[in-house]
């Protein structure tokens, strides 16, 4: 089955830095990768997903990136807030009607 | 249009207690993901659900874990006979359809005493 590793699990950044954080999965025939925002005791949110037929994709200060050979995406977050302070899941899904598959996720620290 | 509702919100229960966690998922949405996520760790699939129907529980636990997603009502998490490690944040999540975004609910967190 499906394994998403998720690096590095913690990151800590200034205000204004960028932050990046990358992903493998196991099953080149996921097709969709979403990201998701988890603060603190609430639920997570989407906050920007990719499908494979599309290498890069970009909302406002939060872009995502797809390798399908080497079987990686990653996020990129530029100008770093405070509130940007979270942890940060990856996951992929091989096809639609099967499960997302998480990866243990990253805790974004962002200090002003 | 609300969104995903889970409850309780939070639940504690004794040793070898029932454990019911509801789930009503988002209006017009079909398709509802059980998840359970331990201390500082990822969220883990357990079941996926259409209505009256289990789609895939190859994430479930083979004894004291059920779902179901009846016609009318919340879909619903059963856990029989309650351990100490079955405390964690159980997440449900819905979407439209099968090749969609998924929504998910506040969770609800369990804890075995």
């Known amino acids: 089955g499906e394994n998403v590793e998720q690096h590095p699990s913690t990151l800590s950044v200034q205000e204004g830095d960028s932050a990046v954080i990358k992903c493998t999965y196991s099953d080149s025939a996921s097709n969709y990768f979403p990201w998701y925002k988890q603060e603190l005791g609430k639920r997570p949110q989407l906050i920007i997903d990719?499908?494979?037929?599309?290498g890069e994709k970009k909302d406002q200060r939060i872009a995502v990136t797809l390798n399908k050979t080497a079987k990686h995406f990653s996020l990129h977050i530029t100008e770093t807030q405070p509130e940007d302070s979270a942890v940060y899941f990856c996951?992929?899904?091989?096809?639609?009607?099967?499960?997302?598959?998480f990866g243990k996720g990253t805790t974004l620290s962002v200090s002003s | 249009n609300a969104g995903v509702m889970q409850n309780p919100r939070h639940l504690v229960r004794r040793r070898g207690q029932e454990a019911r966690l509801r789930c009503s998922p988002m209006k017009g949405h079909s398709h509802v993901y059980w998840y359970r996520q331990l201390p500082e760790e990822g969220l883990k699939f357990m079941v996926y659900l259409q209505k009256e129907n289990i789609i895939d529980e190859s994430g479930m636990p083979k004894e004291r874990f059920s779902a179901e997603f009846p016609k009318e009502g919340p879909s619903i998490l059963r856990i029989q006979q309650v351990v100490r490690g079955d405390s964690a944040a159980y997440f449900c999540a819905s979407s439209e359809s099968s090749g969609e975004e998924q929504f998910f609910g506040p969770g609800t967190r369990l804890t075995v005493l």
């Open positions: 996951a992929a899904r091989a096809q639609a009607g099967t499960a997302l598959i």
């Open positions: 990719i499908r494979s037929n599309v």
